[in-house]
């Protein structure tokens, strides 16, 4: 069966810092991969999605970006973190454009 | 573009009660619909999904059938549990298409 992970599941980081979240998935092959982002009171939004590897779409203008080094990685990262970052990240993958996508555990991240 | 219109929270019922979290949508063609649930703290799990018009998605006691002639896609279920506490998404995607478009979510509060 097929498993997503995400780490860290929580973070404290100050405003201006770096950041690198990391989310993997085991059993399956060449999945559709998402980065949303859940802030309070926004509800979820989509930040980017890669449909292999080092093929990355982004969805909002911001100061993250995600890579995807592996069939199975993703990373979100960030060189300089600000306020308005705080929010709880979620991974998600699916196979091919197909309709249905399965979330991971997801990562707090509380920028201070 | 298409979106999703839930109602709002937080909704606290009893224990055994019965539950409904209507759930509308906008969309051009025929997309597909969900439930999830987020029980706190932790990721989104998928609760159900229907994917053509008529169809009813179950789980776990909780049903949504697919209304084409309303666009609705509402989340009942007979006799809640403190267990069901958690907050409901309905979200909506198009075949072919990257974007889930999720509602800003429902937070159910069941009392013993």
């Known amino acids: 069966s097929q498993t997503i992970h995400q780490w860290p599941a929580t973070l404290v980081q100050p405003v201006g810092s770096p950041l690198s979240l990391e989310c993997t998935v085991e059993?399956?092959?060449?999945?559709?991969l998402y980065w949303y982002r859940q802030a309070a009171g926004r509800g979820l939004q989509l930040l980017f999605y890669?449909?292999?590897?080092?093929?990355i779409s982004s969805e909002v203008p911001q100061n993250l970006s995600a890579s995807r080094p592996q069939d199975r990685q993703f990373i979100l990262s960030s060189k300089k973190l600000l306020l308005s970052d705080s929010g709880f990240y979620l991974c998600?993958?699916?196979?091919?454009?197909?309709?249905?996508?399965?979330f991971g555990p997801g990562t707090r991240l509380t920028v201070l | 573009g298409d979106s999703v219109t839930q109602m709002e929270g937080p909704v606290t019922l009893s224990e055994e009660a019965f539950l409904t979290i209507n759930c509308t949508y906008t969309?051009?063609?025929?997309?597909?619909l969900f439930w999830y649930v987020q029980y706190p703290g932790e990721g989104l799990q998928l609760l159900l999904k229907?994917?053509?018009?008529?169809d009813k998605g179950s789980n776990k006691g909780f049903e949504a059938t697919y209304r084409k002639e309303t666009t609705s896609f509402h989340l009942e279920k007979g006799s809640v549990q403190v267990s069901d506490s958690a907050v409901y998404f309905c979200?909506?995607?198009?075949?072919?298409?990257?974007?889930?478009?999720f509602g800003k979510g429902t937070k159910l509060t069941v009392n013993p």
């Open positions: 979200a909506l995607t198009q075949g072919g298409s990257e974007k889930l478009v």
């Open positions: 969309a051009t063609g025929y997309p597909s």
């Open positions: 059993g399956t092959s060449n999945p559709n």
């Open positions: 229907a994917t053509k018009a008529d």
């Open positions: 998600a993958w699916s196979i091919g454009f197909s309709d249905t996508q399965y």
């Open positions: 890669s449909v292999g590897i080092g093929q």
